[in-house]
């Protein structure tokens, strides 16, 4: 367990049992009630659905609702503040219609509302949303009929907030409500200068491309007068980016925006809310530092910062204390996903056993490279690693030259690698590594063949560098041997994770087991529950996963209580504009071509066609 750290990124929801199985409980720090991954598994291939499978732990989700909202609660009580907290989900953070009932299901019990950034999520939103105590925070670029929407949400008794983002926005939002003859509630963004430290954090500061200066809200405040509409304006929002890691940040923007409340208050506006927007990060890494995966605060702690930030500014301005809100979301839906996937193979780096001596008429290059290796020792290591690297470009000279053939450079190949191994093994007994051999191990690492899409499942690993924390789910009672990087299966490059968290901030391979034959060895990514569903993309038309949702009951039994099954070849084609009729059609005319021409039997045509057929109705992913 320690190797992978579960105990520290977990947050409680991860355990291993005797067994070796990795374990998962909604109640935190609780295994009495906790389920083996592994089982969930054989559940899942029992109902005949083949990995990759995204899992929703269903309950984890309610855990995650409960622990911000009783956090806000707690910290509103002891401190004496005199407003409330509302949470606002964020539907860009996972869109997919299951999650969003689960919020606001699970939310009711604490009026917990929803955000929406644009007009198709305003719609999901408006459809999903009961609950009128709640609020429904409309942000994102607005066109009239984005505008007439909240207009009729507002209408419909919802607390549907029209954030002005854009200066342009205020004039069409006041023409609207007039000749809707609606009230609205409106808030504004703020474009604080207070920014953050962080992978996401580019929305904050005076140059984010989002909300307003401070002249520009001076003009929404005369503008809103003028229309004798001011008393709309209730709410002021702010967002400085996602995942911010350090909490004096946090605080620093609270601080500034109490600020700006304050002085709305005084221009005569009817403030209610102050938005936070998002931010509140999650420990990928479990380090606990301001490292970018991670974050130095619990949240326990952001919430008595916050509270007692704006308490602070607002008690010292003798300004009412408003209903807090924050749009929360990677805090809230990170820990309830997780991505299984088996591995199909793994590559170990083992050169070929070698000669005790070599031929006479071997080239001289390879030869040096030889001698290099035999006098290898612990004091010449730094010596040795510079020679044979020079022998190495030399042997390749000498084949592009055509002065030695492709066996004898393979030759050549292999005793370089095997002084590279016998180097990384004597390197271990240095006591400080000289730096050119720090990336040493690395280089000899196994590549482990996992049946995934880095850029479906996992595309921010792939284009911000994000960590997720990933470990086998089973056989976690044995000490893996062996050290490697997790290939996928595109054929991309860059379908890889070749770094991985660690307690001292990343590591450039991770500890695997040897694969046993006839048994699969299955991993997971963890804490995947974030935006990594729709920012994902088709590369090499691997589609959408498998979705299981299980929900743990007390007793620790467990139940299926949703599935959807992942894309099929033919609906992945359809989305980039083929017409499987067609090519059917044309695959066809292919094969008969075919049988024409003698190259097949009209029996092996129908044969053909029927893989063919198959294969359009299976699933994007290797199947075993
Ligand atoms: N609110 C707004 C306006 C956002 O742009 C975002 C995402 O960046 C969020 C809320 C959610 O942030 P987080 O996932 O950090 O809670």
Redesign the pocket.
């Known amino acids: 367990t320690e190797l992978y750290g579960v105990r520290e990124w977990g947050a409680g929801f991860f355990g291993v049992s005797d067994n070796g199985d990795l374990q998962v409980s909604a109640d935190p720090g609780h295994f009495d009630h906790a389920v083996s991954i592994p089982e969930i598994i054989a559940g899942i291939q029992e109902r005949g659905l083949g990995m990759p499978v995204l899992l929703r732990i269903e309950n984890i989700l309610d855990t995650q609702i409960s622990l911000l909202n009783e956090s806000f609660i707690s910290a509103i009580g002891s401190l004496g503040y005199r407003g409330s907290y509302l949470g606002?989900y964020?539907i860009?953070?996972n869109q997919q219609q299951q999650v969003v009932e689960a919020v606001t299901r699970h939310g009711k019990k604490y009026h917990h509302g929803l955000?929406a950034?644009s007009k198709a999520e305003l719609i999901a939103a408006m459809g999903m949303m009961r609950d009128t105590e709640a609020v429904l925070?409309c942000?994102?670029y607005k066109d009239e009929e984005f505008i007439d929407l909240g207009l009729h949400a507002t209408q419909l008794g919802f607390k549907c907030v029209l954030v002005v983002e854009m200066p342009s926005e205020l004039a069409l939002i006041i023409e609207r409500s007039k000749e809707k003859g609606v009230k609205p509630i409106l808030g504004v963004?703020v474009k604080l200068s207070a920014q953050a430290n962080g992978l996401?954090s580019e929305?904050g500061g005076d140059r984010s491309i989002?909300g307003l200066n401070a002249t520009q809200i001076i003009d929404v405040i005369d503008r809103l007068r003028e229309a004798e509409m001011l008393d709309c304006l209730q709410l002021l929002?702010y967002?400085l980016?996602?995942?911010?890691p350090n909490i004096r940040d946090i605080r620093g923007a609270v601080s500034e925006a109490s600020r700006v409340y304050a002085g709305l208050v005084g221009e005569g506006a009817n403030m209610r809310y102050l938005d936070l927007?998002?931010?509140?990060?999650v420990d990928y890494d479990g380090t606990q530092t301001n490292f970018m995966s991670s974050r130095n605060y619990s949240v326990n702690e952001y919430c008595v910062d916050v509270v007692e930030g704006v308490m602070t500014v607002l008690d010292e301005q003798e300004v009412d204390h408003p209903i807090i809100i924050?749009?929360?979301?990677?805090?809230?839906?990170?820990y309830y996903s997780m991505l299984l996937f088996n591995v199909l193979d793994a590559a170990h780096f083992e050169p070929e056993p070698l000669p005790e001596t070599l031929p006479e008429d071997t080239n001289i290059h390879i030869q040096h490279l030889f001698d290099a290796l035999k006098d290898l020792n612990l004091r010449n290591i730094q010596e040795c690693f510079n020679d044979i690297l020079y022998y190495r470009d030399e042997v390749r000279q000498a084949f592009s030259s055509g002065r030695i053939s492709f066996r004898e450079r393979a030759m050549g190949e292999n005793v370089f690698w095997e002084t590279i191994r016998r180097i990384a093994t004597l390197a271990k007994d240095l006591p400080t590594l000289p730096h050119e051999l720090e990336g040493i191990g690395h280089a000899l690492s196994d590549i482990y063949y996992c049946n995934f899409s880095v850029f479906q499942s996992l595309p921010d690993a792939w284009a911000i560098g994000q960590l997720f924390p990933i470990m086998p789910v089973h056989r976690l009672n044995e000490r893996p041997s062996r050290e490697g990087i997790l290939a996928d299966i595109t054929c991309d490059c860059d379908g890889k994770i070749d770094r991985f968290i660690d307690s001292q901030g990343v590591k450039k391979t991770m500890p695997l087991h040897v694969l046993k034959e006839n048994a699969e060895y299955y991993l997971g990514a963890f804490l995947v529950g974030?935006?990594q569903e729709t920012l994902g993309d088709l590369h090499n038309l691997l589609g959408d996963t498998n979705i299981v949702t299980v929900r743990i009951r007390d007793n620790g039994e467990f139940d299926f209580v949703g599935e959807m099954e992942g894309d099929t070849v033919e609906e992945i084609l359809s989305y980039v504009e083929y017409d499987t009729k067609y090519l059917l059609t044309r695959f066809r005319e292919t094969a008969e071509n075919a049988v024409r021409t003698g190259k097949i039997t009209p029996a092996q045509r129908r044969e053909i066609l029927q893989a063919y057929k198959t294969g359009l109705q299976g699933y994007t992913y290797f199947e075993r």
């Not at 927007?277 to 990060?281: F, I, R, V």
């Not at 924050?326 to 990170?334: L, M």
């Open positions: 606002a964020p860009k953070v955000e950034g925070i942000n994102g963004r996401w929305s989002f929002h967002h980016g996602s995942q911010i927007g998002g931010g509140l990060a924050t749009e929360s979301g990677r805090a809230v839906v990170a974030a935006y």
